[in-house]
């Protein structure tokens, strides 16, 4: 929004609608027309509807809580203070535990990082497979993956449990592992498929006459091809493991319940004064993760959900 | 480790060996879980399964019994409610913005960053913020009090009768981003020459989106809507956050009445029934799509 007068002020309004249908193209800039500052108004207080939660957010984590009784949730903070932060990482009470959110931030990535690393093994193999060396039946196990990406988990969860426990690792970290490389094959099978095809097929050919086999070809030249789609895949996971509440109280037991977990239920326990600028300072600390990978990826987090999007 | 293909004429079972070995683990989920395990708790619907899995068959007594509670009931009027607002508000909101969002805009980056954090954050979070900024005691209810207009009741969460639109509220914020990037996305893949045609026509410009651009993009808002719908008949965590389906079970939904029944409540068999339905449900959305989007290519 530059403060470049306007060219023609008088007309804006005419001039501004006709304006507005050529979008494309070179024009002289009339930066402040009735057309840009409806356009750039609007798409502005969107955006601060959308920021309005993470601002409130912030100013009650670091408020102290007379100051939240008497204030309203929009004021900044009149003295700011970071003891909220420290008792949810480190005090905040779930049952009979006391030990604060810390728990359940190491938990989740006990969780998240092996979850992320498996599954985007086992469904860049899974991609490559389908891609390259498709063998009959495969399409048929494909299609099922993906028809079953759209099958509510709650459909599927409890004969889980009964293989997990089964196996004898149902409630354990191991457990949850499996549960989301399960979960989240559909869309990382398609993704990688997707990527893999789009690769020139000279380059298998031409490895496959030099005689390399299935896994020398996987790592030795489909892998380092393949990194930008291999950050993908990481962001994707990331996020989504560690946002994950439902697998994460289903498949474990309370000492490994994921950070998601420990939250809800440190914010809605029924016991004790509900101290909020606490309860928002772990909110906002479970978020920090996810934020954090999506601030720092940007445009490459828009291309993991774009992919995620167009399945099927 | 060895590629099979070079030796000679394999049976067929060996042939592209590694890549079968290598694909043990899709076949299996494939199998397994989706195709099994769906059609395991298709079947154990019909038994009377309480607190571990039995096959004694009672034919459609717990889908009776389903269909006789006022919560269940109360899951689907909800999930409606929420299923039609979310539909139409984030298809609304999200084209809004992507249009406004085309208009070849300064700080498009910093507007998409902002339209879409929200999405990164987990249903979990949404909620409890929600849940804050709608307190009657303390947000925007006493907020607007304090302003002078004393009489000014907005306290979602608390009332039975609107609960399920403080839900949405936050489901809208976490999800229009989304939409909101697929659609740009869809706007982007518009020729630029159907633009120049229509202001050689003088065509005035919400003419144009609502008349050509938005039926060109009918496949990009098919697929929009299926990712919404099946999203929606998964919503869980957002309600179990933000409500745990309070007040009494005013704003219960069916994945909730799932989890509750399987694991808190010791029923199975209503567990798998009420799954059951939510798979018919999602079926109901995913069938008629699928149809059109792959049994018609084929025909032609």
Redesign the interface.
């Known amino acids: 929004m530059s403060d470049t007068v306007a060219l023609n002020p008088g007309p804006a309004l005419a001039a501004a609608t006709r304006a507005g249908v050529e979008p494309r193209g070179a024009k002289p800039r009339r930066a402040l027309s009735g057309r840009n500052i409806m356009l750039y108004g609007t798409l502005a207080v969107a955006a601060l509807y959308y920021l309005l939660p993470l601002y409130v957010m912030v100013v009650t984590s670091m408020k102290g809580m007379p100051e939240i009784r008497l204030g309203n949730i929009f004021s900044p903070p009149l003295e700011v203070t970071f003891e909220p932060w420290v008792k949810a990482w480190a005090q905040a009470c779930t049952g009979l535990n006391c030990d604060g959110l810390s728990r359940g931030f190491w938990n989740s990535v006990r969780i998240t990082v092996p979850s992320t690393l498996i599954s985007i093994l086992v469904a860049s193999v899974n991609g490559y497979a389908l891609a390259n060396w498709k063998f009959k039946g495969a399409d048929l196990f494909f299609t099922i993956l993906i028809v079953g990406a759209f099958i509510p988990y709650q459909v599927m969860i409890y004969p889980i449990v009964i293989v997990l426990r089964e196996m004898g690792i149902y409630g354990t970290l191991t457990g949850l592992v499996i549960v989301h490389t399960i979960f989240g094959m559909p869309i990382l099978t398609l993704l990688f498929r997707n990527y893999f095809s789009s690769l020139p097929e000279e380059l298998f050919k031409a490895a496959r006459i030099d005689g390399a086999g299935f896994w020398q070809i996987y790592f030795r030249i489909m892998l380092p091809m393949s990194l930008p789609i291999f950050v993908v895949a990481m962001i994707l996971q990331i996020t989504g493991i560690w946002n994950d509440f439902l697998f994460g109280v289903v498949f474990t037991r309370p000492e490994y319940y994921p950070m998601t977990v420990q939250l809800n239920n440190i914010v809605n326990s029924v016991q004790g004064v509900k101290e909020y600028n606490v309860n928002m300072a772990a909110t906002l600390l479970t978020g920090a993760v996810p934020l954090i990978v999506y601030f720092v990826s940007g445009r490459l987090f828009v291309r993991g959900i774009a992919a995620g999007a167009v399945k099927g | 480790?060895?590629?099979q293909?070079?030796t000679g004429r394999p049976s067929k079972l060996l042939?592209?060996l590694?890549?079968?070995i290598?694909?043990i683990?899709?076949?299996l989920?494939?199998?397994?879980?989706?195709?099994?395990?769906?059609i395991?708790?298709?079947v154990?619907s019909f038994t009377n399964s309480k607190l571990l899995?039995r096959a004694k068959f009672v034919g459609f007594d717990q889908y009776e019994r389903l269909w006789d509670a006022p919560r269940w009931i109360v899951s689907i009027q909800n999930l409606a409610i929420y299923g039609a607002f979310t539909l139409v508000f984030s298809l609304v909101i999200g084209f809004l913005?992507a249009a406004?969002?085309?208009?070849?805009?300064?700080f498009e980056?910093t507007?998409?960053?902002?339209?879409?954090?929200?999405?990164?954050?987990?249903?979990?979070?949404?909620g409890?913020?929600?849940?804050?900024?709608l307190?009657p005691e303390?947000?925007v209810q006493?907020?607007v009090r304090?302003l002078g207009w004393t009489s000014f009741t907005f306290d979602p969460l608390y009332n039975a009768d609107i609960v399920i639109y403080g839900v949405l509220i936050a489901g809208l914020?976490q999800g229009t981003?989304?939409v909101m990037?697929?659609l740009l996305?869809g706007l982007r893949g518009i020729d630029?020459d159907i633009?120049?045609a229509?202001?050689v026509d003088g065509?005035?410009?919400w003419k144009?989106y609502l008349f050509i651009v938005i039926p060109m993009m009918r496949p990009v808002f098919i697929?929009?809507l299926?990712?919404i719908a099946?999203g929606i008949?998964?919503v869980?965590?957002l309600v179990?956050?933000q409500t745990?389906g309070g007040p009494g079970i005013a704003s219960e939904v069916p994945?909730k009445y799932?989890?509750d029944y399987?694991?808190q409540a010791q029923n199975?068999g209503q567990?798998?029934a009420?799954?059951?339905m939510?798979?018919v449900t999602?079926a109901i959305i995913?069938v008629p799509w699928?149809y059109l989007?792959f049994g018609g290519r084929k025909r032609v």
């Open positions: 480790m060895t590629g293909a070079h042939r592209n590694s890549s079968k290598a694909s683990p899709m076949m989920t494939a199998v397994v879980i989706f195709l099994g395990g769906t395991w708790t298709v154990y899995p913005l406004l969002m085309d208009q070849k805009i300064r980056n507007f998409r960053t902002i339209f879409l954090y929200p999405f990164a954050l987990s249903f979990i979070v949404t409890l913020v929600w849940q804050w900024i307190n303390f947000g006493s907020v304090s914020w981003g989304l990037c697929l996305a630029e633009w120049k229509s202001r065509i005035p410009m144009t697929t929009t299926v990712i099946s008949v998964k869980y965590d179990v956050a745990s994945a799932v989890y399987m694991f199975l567990g798998f009420a799954s059951t939510m798979l999602v995913i699928a989007e």
